[in-house]
């Protein structure tokens, strides 16, 4: 197996048990927030999702662009969304070469600089970082049985 599908493996094991986590919160969870600040849980759930394709879009695009996020109003439209937004993600996963992965990027984030596979680290790192979070989420709003991590 390629470097770039054992890397996308890897994320679409966080990733399945995101959705799964998702599906068990109900629509009058989806607007809550642990403080005033803080990402609600439908927004946190669309950022993991959107930002994510946006760093496996860099390895062939090298441009940071903004998802499109759709607008949501039941966590039905909310899951449908990650799901979409996991597939998308997938089919550009799954166009991405070893090759390309060891090519220098042309990132002027300190951290991001060097092959192209540190987009697709750095993609990884932000998944478990904000699905954890989501995990805080549900159990304060109640969820009393959640996924395994991985």
């Not at 496996?56 to 990650?82: G, I, N, Y």
């Not at 550009?92 to 042309?106: G, K, P």
């Not at 680290?121 to 699905?131: F, L, N, R, T, V």
Request: net charge negative; hydrophobic share 40%; aromatic share 8%.
């Amino acid at each position: 197996m390629s470097q770039a599908g054992q890397m996308m493996n890897e994320w679409l094991q966080h990733r399945h048990i995101l959705e799964e986590l998702l599906e068990s919160i109900g629509d009058e969870h989806m607007d809550f927030k642990p403080h005033d600040d803080a990402m609600s849980l439908s927004e946190l759930a669309l950022h993991v999702a959107g930002w994510n394709d946006a760093f496996v879009s860099m390895v062939k695009t090298e441009t940071l662009a903004k998802p499109d996020f759709p607008e949501c109003v039941t966590m039905a439209d909310v899951r449908q969304a990650v799901k979409n937004f996991t597939a998308k993600t997938k089919a550009a996963y799954e166009s991405i070469t070893d090759a390309e992965l060891e090519a220098q990027n042309s990132s002027s984030h300190p951290k991001l600089q060097g092959p192209k596979r540190n987009y697709l680290s750095a993609m990884h790192d932000h998944e478990i970082h904000h699905k954890g979070q989501l995990f805080i989420y549900a159990r304060m709003v109640g969820v009393k049985e959640v996924p395994f991590f991985r």
